[in-house]
């Protein structure tokens, strides 16, 4: 295993082709999936087909440094869903988003600011990023204030900006 980022509780690394199962779990859970699809599962066969392929590109089309990366618990080594850091498709590659995706298990205890915080130090110091982006529905207050609580305070002077998006009516 190829560990991209450690953090006090969390370990990071690229995705594999072996993970599909563990994206299809995650993308199942209807709680999960709520504020992005309504609570509709993604089909196990376009993880495999195309989310997966296109993750795992993405590792090569960026040298490694950017994309969606598992997370597991350090103590154990549960998977408890991924984070990202990377371009938009077609951006600049100082211009990344922040994100996550977290199994029901792991919410409410700190991994998503533990692990954001962590790569946003790892954009800013690392990785001569620019700009750091997050994006979440308006209506998800658990990920709205996550994002405002990931800049730690040596951070904050840097470019990272949070939209709230409306659903649409």
């Known amino acids: 295993m190829h560990t991209y980022l450690e953090t006090e509780r969390l370990t990071l690394r690229r995705f594999t082709t ?21 609570g509709e599962p993604t089909a196990p066969e376009i993880i495999r087909e195309r989310h997966l392929p296109n993750i795992i590109a993405g590792y090569e089309r960026w040298r490694g440094d950017l994309g969606l990366f598992a997370a597991h618990e350090k103590d154990g080594g549960a998977f408890i869903g991924w984070f990202c850091l990377r371009p938009e498709s077609q951006g600049p590659l100082d211009e990344v988003e922040l994100g996550y995706r977290l199994r029901q298990t792991a919410w409410g205890k700190g991994y998503a600011t533990e692990g954001s915080r962590a790569l946003l130090g790892k954009a800013f110091t690392e990785l001569g990023v620019r700009m750091v982006w997050a994006e979440t529905m308006a209506v998800n207050h658990g990920s709205r204030t996550t994002s405002w609580r990931s800049s730690p305070s040596p951070l904050r002077e840097r470019p990272f900006c949070i939209h709230a998006v409306e659903t649409g009516g």
């Open 18 to 38: 072996d993970d599909a199962d563990l994206l299809i779990e995650l993308d199942s859970d209807a709680a999960v999936m709520r504020y992005l699809t309504g």
